[in-house]
């Protein structure tokens, strides 16, 4: 049983040199980071956007050339930014609330095996303009998405794509409301302890 999930991960590992490979990815500079086996995800679930091009494969190829590449991975602004037509969606704030902080711990909303608590846990990661209100200045907004200033929901839209590898998440889905909610009040506590920052690399 061990050896032969230890087998798939082996040759997970082979089939992703051999597609970096295969796209001319240099393997010099090579980030640390080791490359997680995807763990199954909510595939069918209608609050992940429809991409065209997120054949599941291709997704999985995508990831490991990005963790064994150290360039910086660019994101179409447009995927980050709120539509025009955005109505988010409106639910029992409790309920809701309750949902975000279920879905900020579920790993099944990554396909690298990674939760938004992973990274984010007791203020990890979050720069001191956290406590800044939205819309605000990120660095990481900047680096991969060249947006000076991003909305709470937008942020969120860009940690799933790049933290997380997978496809963001319908604007005006529950999912969506209920992870911004969430992280509001994530964002009151890191603001009443500011001392909690740790900040440290992704
Ligand atoms: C692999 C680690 C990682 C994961 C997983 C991750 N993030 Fe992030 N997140 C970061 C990093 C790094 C930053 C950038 C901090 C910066 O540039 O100041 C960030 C920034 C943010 C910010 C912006 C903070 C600010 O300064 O306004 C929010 C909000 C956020 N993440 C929410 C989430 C949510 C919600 C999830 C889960 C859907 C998530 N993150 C998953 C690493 C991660």
Same mark, same amino acid.
């Given at each position: 049983m061990i050896s032969s999930s230890l087998k798939k991960v082996a040759g997970a590992l082979v089939s992703g040199g051999v597609l970096v490979a295969a796209l001319g990815g240099s393997m010099t500079g090579c980030?640390?980071?080791?490359?997680?086996?995807? !763990?199954p995800r909510m595939q069918a679930d209608?609050?992940?956007?429809?991409?065209?091009? =997120? !054949?599941?494969?291709?997704?999985?190829?995508e990831h *490991? +050339?990005? *963790?064994?590449? %150290? +360039?910086?991975e660019k994101i179409d602004p447009l995927? !980050?930014?709120r539509p025009a037509t955005y109505r988010p969606y409106?639910?029992?704030q409790l309920d809701l609330?309750?949902?975000?902080? +279920? &879905?900020?711990?579920?790993?099944? &909303? %990554?396909?690298?095996?990674? %939760? #938004? %608590?992973? #990274?984010?846990?007791? $203020?990890?990661?979050? =720069?001191? $303009?956290?406590?800044?209100?939205?819309?605000?200045? *990120?660095?990481?907004?900047?680096e991969h998405a060249g947006l000076n200033r991003i909305h709470l929901d937008e942020m969120i839209q860009l940690c799933m794509m *790049?933290?997380?590898? +997978?496809?963001?998440l319908i604007w005006n889905s529950r999912k969506l409301?209920?992870?911004?909610?969430?992280?509001?009040? !994530?964002?009151?506590?890191?603001r009443e302890n500011p001392a909690a920052v740790k900040r440290s690399s992704p």
């Open positions: 980030s640390p980071t080791p490359y997680r086996p995807p !763990v209608p609050d992940f956007l429809q991409i065209p091009r =997120a !054949v599941k494969k291709a997704d999985q190829a *490991v +050339a990005r *963790v064994n590449s %150290s +360039a910086i995927k !980050v930014t409106q639910g029992n609330s309750a949902y975000g902080e +279920a &879905l900020y711990k579920d790993a099944r &909303l %990554s396909t690298n095996g990674l %939760s #938004c %608590s992973h #990274c984010h846990e007791g $203020g990890d990661r979050f =720069a001191p $303009g956290f406590a800044q209100p939205y819309p605000h200045f *990120v660095a990481m907004a900047r *790049v933290s997380m590898a +997978a496809k963001p409301a209920a992870l911004t909610l969430y992280t509001t009040a !994530v964002q009151q506590k890191f």
